[in-house]
């Protein structure tokens, strides 16, 4: 049996972005997946927002809470993928990390929003093939 990777998702709210690309590895990586999401300053809340952009596609993100990078278990990470922290881009331990600086789409028009939703989706499915989850069967659109 493979050992799941364990990748985290990093914004500075832990309410759009991190929460949807958590999603994206769920629905994208099933059980070769350990996914894990949260903010540098939570907001304590994931927006309507990604819940309704999340729906569309099926996937419920009101089971979602807006966590700290403090509630996450003192592990090391495969991946950690940063969305653009600022100056509170985290210490977590990772054998590898990225940072997509992705525009936070909290006050942006709904369709703007499925374009950051879909940009986040495209990134985690690039990264989840290259840590070798789901090689050959992930599907592109969930």
Not at 15 to 26: D, I, L, T, V, Y
Not at 54 to 80: C, N, Q, R
Not at 95 to 118: A, V
Request: net charge neutral.
């Amino acid at each position: 049996m493979n050992v799941p990777k364990r990748v985290l998702f990093v914004c500075v709210e832990n309410a759009n972005r991190s929460q949807m690309a958590e999603a994206f590895a769920r629905m994208l990586g099933g059980d070769d997946v350990e996914a894990y999401s949260a903010g540098s300053r939570p907001s304590g809340v994931v927006n309507p927002k990604a819940i309704a952009a999340m729906a569309e596609l099926g996937y419920d993100l009101t089971a979602h809470g807006s966590k700290s990078l403090a509630d996450l278990p003192d592990e090391e990470f495969d991946l950690v993928a940063t969305m653009g922290c600022g100056d509170a881009c985290p210490r977590v331990r990772a054998k590898q990390r990225l940072d997509w600086t992705i525009p936070d789409p909290k006050h942006m028009s709904p369709e703007e929003f499925r374009g950051i939703r879909d940009l986040i989706r495209d990134k985690v499915h690039a990264a989840l093939t290259a840590l070798g989850v789901n090689e050959g069967r992930i599907s592109r659109r969930p």
